[in-house]
């Protein structure tokens, strides 16, 4: 069956626009979470989604928001961009919200700001 | 707050050498553990975990043991092979959540 995509792949925005990232999450899978990837900070935890629903959220600013749909499909949105915005952006759909699930990435978004 | 520390890397290898990965984690609670593999220009893949003290996870060849004790998850393989060679992720989740905290990444270089 099809894996967790993501589009766009590749993005680049100037400074103080806005973004919106798209994952769809294999079939069947009703939480979704996304995570930032950079050099300097790893992996670092935005959203935690199931049934429309955000279950947990990391410590970003509020420039950052996301969404669930009905079709589980998610959007994560960053307003007023800046430059250490620049990363990729990794979705992972899974069952549902629990450790005993496995969680699949999908291949991410680059996000370049310039 | 919760945290996983690896081992900085590169880690470089040659062919059929012994691996292991330092992972070690603080935690409030009573996580599940996990491996996670990232190739070049994927995204990641879950390479093996443990949800209890004393599992063992294993899976192509790679294990890990849930050492409560030691608050560690040790990522070791017998004999690596040059398609080894990628970034691996250390992270912990709780039940009844998706959230992952990773570790920063060990890069793993694997020459023939």
């Known amino acids: 069956k099809a894996g967790v995509t993501q589009t766009p792949r590749y993005l680049i925005k100037t400074r103080g626009q806005q973004v919106t990232l798209s994952c769809s999450p294999i079939?069947?899978?009703?939480?979704v979470s996304w995570y930032q990837q950079t050099p300097g900070q790893g992996l670092q935890f935005l959203f935690e989604?199931?049934?429309?629903?955000?279950?947990n959220k990391g410590n970003f600013p509020g420039r950052f928001s996301g969404r669930q749909f009905s079709n589980s499909r998610s959007e994560m949105n960053v307003s007023t961009l800046e430059l250490g915005d620049s990363a990729l952006y990794l979705c992972?759909?899974?069952?549902?919200?629990?450790?005993?699930?496995?969680?699949?990435f999908g291949p991410g978004t680059r996000l370049t700001v310039t | 707050g919760d945290s996983v520390t690896q081992m900085e890397g590169p880690v470089t290898l040659s062919e059929e050498a012994f691996l292991t990965i330092n992972c070690t984690y603080t935690?409030?609670?009573?996580?599940?553990l996990f491996w996670y593999v990232q190739y070049p220009g994927e995204g990641l893949q879950l390479l093996l975990k443990?949800?209890?003290?004393?599992d063992k996870g294993s899976n192509k060849g790679f294990e890990a043991t849930y050492r409560k004790e030691t608050t560690s998850f040790h990522l070791e393989k017998g004999s690596v092979q040059v398609s080894d060679s990628a970034v691996y992720f250390c992270?912990?989740?709780?039940?009844?959540?998706?959230?992952?905290?990773f570790g920063k990444g060990t890069m793993l270089l694997v020459s023939p």
């Open positions: 992972a759909s899974s069952l549902a919200p629990s450790g005993n699930y496995e969680q699949y």
């Open positions: 079939s069947g899978h009703r939480s």
């Open positions: 989604y199931f049934s429309e629903t955000q279950r």
């Open positions: 935690a409030t609670g009573y996580p599940s």
């Open positions: 443990a949800t209890k003290a004393d």
């Open positions: 992270a912990l989740s709780y039940s009844g959540y998706s959230t992952l905290t």
